[in-house]
């Protein structure tokens, strides 16, 4: 398939996700020059993942104190590595496209769900957790 575009950079066949797909690797280029220690990636992983902003938290005041503690130390691990001073900055930049990858994710999970319920209701454990509160796996055969 790959050929057929002229591209042979990456061999991928026609999902519909190539948007997604686009949008994952910009991020991660533009992760990879930031080049953030393991120490770094882990506390803006937390940060991100510790989002105050999502509709189902029914405390979100604790959330958004716990996220604002790691952003601190993420704060900190960056002064501690004499990394330029914008760094933080340009890491919290990075956060709309993140936004917009995760919407365009569950966009296509969502149609994912629909044409092939009985995968959805397969998927790893983790992952149905994460995505369980914007998703339902319920399944399609006891409506």
Same mark, same amino acid.
């Given at each position: ?13 026609? =999902?519909?996700? @190539?948007? %997604?797909?686009?949008? $994952?690797?910009? #991020? ?7 080049? /953030? ?45 004499? =990394?330029?001073? @914008?760094? %933080?900055?340009?890491? $919290?930049?990075? #956060? ?7 919407? /365009? ?39």
């Amino acid at each position: 398939w790959a050929e057929q575009r002229g591209d042979t950079s990456l061999p991928c066949p026609p =999902s519909g996700c @190539d948007d %997604l797909i686009g949008a $994952v690797f910009e #991020l991660g280029r533009t992760l990879c020059r930031l080049q /953030l220690s393991d120490e770094e990636l882990a506390l803006f992983t937390a940060a991100v993942l510790l989002s105050p902003d999502r509709p189902w938290l029914t405390e979100s005041k604790k959330v958004q104190k716990l996220q604002d503690k790691i952003y601190v130390a993420l704060q900190h691990e960056i002064q501690k590595k004499h =990394s330029a001073e @914008d760094k %933080l900055s340009k890491m $919290v930049s990075k #956060l709309p496209l993140m936004k917009t990858i995760c919407n /365009l994710h569950l966009d296509k999970l969502e149609f994912f769900r629909l044409l092939h319920p009985e995968t959805a209701m397969n998927f790893p454990p983790l992952y149905k957790e994460v995505f369980n509160s914007e998703l339902q796996y319920s399944d399609p055969r006891e409506s």
